[in-house]
């Protein structure tokens, strides 16, 4: 998601994403990367927990990114203008690609194409 929304390198690993490629961005940013990492952890806690005690089927691609943008949104209220406006943008960004992804005619939320 961070190579799409924000045209990053992805990381090659879980190692690698959290030693050497998370290390070689600046602390500001590096700031920001580990907030949006801990948001989508949150939401995709949340949303297991809305389909194991509450039974709820939805789209949990979109469920999870969604969620994951608000909380990103969220915290970043809490910060200077500048970082919140380009948080705030690469959300609106995500969720622009992934509605077009995963709301598609041709995608079935069950990990499936559509003929």
Known sequence: ?????????????????????????????????????????????????DAVFQ?????PYLQVIFRGTYWIRQWFLLSKEEEGRLMKEGCKRLEGMMLQLFGSRFWNHQKRLRA
Do not use: D, E
Not at 39 to 48: D, E, P, T, V
């Open 55 to 59: 039974r709820k089927v939805t789209n």
């Open 1 to 49: 998601m961070l190579y799409i929304t924000f045209n990053f390198q992805q990381p090659k690993s879980t190692s690698h994403m959290f030693g050497s490629w998370l290390r070689s961005f600046a602390l500001g940013i590096r700031c920001q990367i580990i907030v949006g990492m801990a948001a989508m952890c949150w939401a995709i806690w949340l949303n297991r927990n």
